[in-house]
């Protein structure tokens, strides 16, 4: 073959035996096409090599794996491993093109056995680790990052959570009991003290380095609390970028995943304000199949924050993580995949649900995370479209229909603010995917850009034993939305609409009537003056500005200049708007009777 192009990085692998240690093995494959072939996606539907499931309507889409891809095996016939990431051009490529798998369950294409004579020193560029932008001025960050079974050395808190009347198990023990609403031991690796420096120096060299600390960052597969702090620590320690940790304290929140994986939070604290912190979708259950069993393995957290405005109230918003159920069996014909396709529609319904709670008391929702489904349906279940209530598929479309008018307005999906060939957060046998979300409520869209920072999903698995690297910190490439920081409102309020000051003798000053000025928005306000017309005068002690939450008052008086009805306004000027506030004023003059009396007590009016 004259030339190759590489669509993925080398292929390897972290043993169960090896996982303590985190030592990833190559496995000397990676996938390849014919240089000048675009880019194999997934695309929606059905994998055209998928068990059809019983019962499955009949106007499913069909995906067709892309066959042109080539899987290249660089050491089965004997030569040394290419380890190379995607976009790398292997020119005049010599070997032995078979068959041997491209027709089983494993989805493998054709394979290319790669000479071992062949000429490695000659294969060039390839991708490498860019940063993305940083967050520009006005302009806010939320990243998404699945950090990848990020476990810590200690198995004291190898803990979860499981619903009552669920099955519980501890570890990987197979026999299980009853829950009642209790902890029990999770399968959680608990790694050595080196390999877990090792990962903590890569995960912050990626968010200082690669992706130039967001203001707040989703965290999923992180195994707690302990965890999170430790990350914020070391970036810390990395880039002086002061971070504060969220997680489950298997305290008062914990995870339900029986791995020990979670879900967090990283929030700059130069930039956010936290306000609370809370877990949604907790105990929650469902029955499939006769089973009762837990609806959300990694149950949502939530932050109310505030990104702060330099003299200014914060900017309200409400950020979700979310790690939805794998695809992992979905595709299986037996009561598992029945009760894994559930699953992942239930989840949709249900964060769908709270996010329409949010959206209904005016909330800003910016929801992000891992939610193990593309952009599109995957012909099994329309995870995105329940969620965003967004091209919800007919029922003859999809093994389990989605639901529509969940959420009312529909969310936006920010990856499909993107060219089709720019949405990938994950590579599966070379097929690029969508997998890592960023989803806002409508206010939201405005402005707002997105990013995906590749530095994991096209880059060889070996990378992940190298501390001085970021690529390979994951398997998972993180997502990072911009937003802009809207100008704060201004607003005031002038009470009382108006004064009467009824009757008063011509220059004879009334008694006053206070007027208040109220600065009810959401930065201070400049008061350029304060006045009267007509026979009204006014004194004030409002300065020239007029912080938030503040008030100031203004004593006006009437005195009046004739006799007969007076008018007169009462005017604020200040810049929140280009007119003035003003109030009308009015009273009367009168003039004052008098009596002359002489000595002897004759008076005359």
């Keep these: 073959v004259a030339s190759m192009t590489a669509i993925s990085g080398t292929n390897g692998s972290i043993s169960s035996a090896n996982e303590a240690a985190e030592t990833a093995t190559s496995t000397g494959y990676f996938y390849a096409v014919i240089t000048g072939t675009a ?50 051009v292997l020119p005049n490529v010599t070997g032995v093109l078979d068959f041997t798998f491209s027709s089983d369950s494993f989805y493998d294409p054709s394979r290319l056995i790669l000479d071992a004579t062949y000429n490695r020193a000659q294969v060039s560029g390839g991708m490498t680790v860019q940063p993305i932008p940083a967050t520009a001025a006005n302009h806010f960050s939320v990243a998404s990052f699945n950090i990848e079974r990020f476990y810590n050395t200690s198995a004291l808190d190898d803990v979860y959570w499981v619903p009552t009347g669920v099955t519980g198990y501890n570890g990987n ?77 298997n305290s008062t929140a914990y995870t ?80 598992s995949g029945a009760n ?40 099994y279940t329309d995870t995105l479209a329940t969620y965003t209530n967004t091209n919800v598929l007919s029922a003859d479309k999809v093994v389990v229909p989605g639901v529509a008018g969940l959420v009312t307005p529909p969310l936006s999906d920010l990856t499909l603010s993107l060219a089709a060939n720019q949405r990938w957060s994950y590579v599966e046998d070379g097929n690029a995917q969508v997998l890592d979300h960023i989803v806002v409520t409508p206010e939201l869209v405005a402005g707002a850009q997105i990013a995906y920072a590749h530095m994991n999903a096209d880059f060889p ?21 911009y937003f802009t920081i809207p100008a704060p409102t201004l607003t005031a309020v002038l009470s009382p609409a108006s004064a009467d000051f009824g ?34 005068a006014q004194t004030n002690n409002c300065g020239a500005t007029l912080d938030i939450g503040k008030s100031c008052t203004a004593n006006v ?49």
């Excluded at 089973?291 to 109230?313: C, E, H, M, V, Y």
């Excluded at 900017?315 to 014909?333: K, T």
């Excluded at 007027?515 to 009204?536: K, Q, R, W």
């Design 503 to 536: 009757s008063s003798v011509v220059g004879v000053s009334s008694s006053g009537k206070q007027f208040t000025l109220a600065n009810v928005g959401e930065a201070p306000i400049s008061i350029t003056s304060i006045t009267t017309t007509g026979d009204f």
């Design 256 to 335: 339900q995943d029986g791995t020990g994986i979670s879900v967090g939070f990283l929030v700059k604290n130069s930039t956010v304000d936290v306000l609370q912190v809370a877990q949604a979708g907790q105990n929650e259950t469902f029955t499939s199949n006769g089973s009762l069993l837990t609806l959300n393995d990694r149950p949502w957290l939530a932050i109310n924050a505030g990104i702060k405005r330099a003299g200014a109230k914060d900017y309200p918003v409400i950020v979700i993580v979310n790690h939805l159920r794998s695809l992992s069996g979905i595709n299986a014909n037996t009561t």
């Design 461 to 481: 698995v070996t990378a992940y034993n190298d501390p001085t690297t970021p690529a390979r910190t994951s398997d998972h490439d993180p997502v990072v939305g």
């Design 39 to 88: 880019r194999p996606f997934r695309e929606p539907g059905i994998d055209i090599r998928d068990t059809p499931v019983t019962g499955a309507p009949a106007n499913i889409a069909k995906f067709d794996d892309n066959p042109e891809r080539i899987l290249v095996d660089s050491t089965l016939a004997g030569g040394a491993s290419l380890e190379i990431s995607t976009g790398t």
């Design 173 to 249: 023990s197979s026999t299980g009991t009853t829950s009642t609403g209790q902890t029990y031991t999770s399968a959680a690796v608990d790694v050595t003290q080196t390999a877990y420096t090792r990962r903590l120096t890569k995960v912050a060299l990626a968010i200082c380095n690669v992706l130039n600390a967001p203001d707040i960052v989703t965290l999923e597969e992180v195994e707690n609390q302990s965890v999170a702090t430790d990350i914020a620590n070391q970036i810390n320690t990395t880039c002086s970028v002061g971070y504060t940790a969220f997680s489950t304290d």
């Design 557 to 605: 008086v009437f005195t009046p200049t004739v006799a007969g009805s007076r008018t007169g306004t009462f005017s604020v000027l200040t810049n929140v708007t280009s007119t003035a506030y003003t109030a009308p004023l009015t009273g009367a003059g009168v003039i004052r009777d008098f009596t002359l009396a002489d000595s002897t007590g004759h008076a005359t009016t």
């Design 340 to 379: 894994a396709r559930t699953k992942k529609e239930l989840q949709a319904e249900d964060i769908a649900k709270l996010i329409q709670s949010l959206q209904a008391q005016g909330q800003h929702v910016i929801s992000g995370g891992d939610f193990n489904a593309f952009e599109f349906s995957d012909g």
